[in-house]
């Protein structure tokens, strides 16, 4: 037995899910496959992609989560994108680049500025 996605073939939204109409509803499909198979989504719950495929419709490769599993998984395997994300350059103009760019929680920091940051502190502490 494969582990192979089941991808829905029908109409997609704009972020590639599928979408069903069901007895008179709009729903995604993943969303209307868990239902079928295991009753209503309690409240609060997403039904979220362990493939990270948008038009599966597996039920072994869906999971019932929070926004907030969502969003651990997502950056866990490195699928989180940001606006930021597409800059190549920190707001002085330095380049993001890989000798001058340092990554701590997830996030990006211009290593010539950190440096210029921590000069100017000394800087100030010292004319005290």
């Excluded at 609060?44 to 019932?64: A, E, Y």
């Excluded at 103009?93 to 760019?101: L, S, V």
Aim: positive net charge; aromatic residues 10%.
């Amino acid at each position: 037995m494969t582990d192979e996605c089941v991808l829905f073939f029908g109409c997609r939204d704009a972020y590639g899910y599928g979408a069903k109409t069901y007895k008179g509803k709009l729903w995604k499909a993943h969303r209307l496959a868990w239902t079928l198979e295991n009753g209503a989504i309690p409240p609060g719950l997403s039904v979220l992609h362990k493939c990270d495929n948008p038009p599966c419709i597996r039920i072994d490769h869906l999971w019932l989560g929070t926004k907030g599993d969502n969003n651990r998984d997502m950056w866990a395997k490195g699928r989180a994108v940001t606006w930021n994300s597409f800059k190549t350059e920190c707001p002085r103009g330095h380049p993001y680049d890989e000798a001058n760019t340092r990554i701590y929680k997830g996030s990006r920091h211009c290593r010539a500025c950190t440096s210029r940051a921590g000069r100017l502190l000394y800087q100030r502490e010292d004319a005290q």
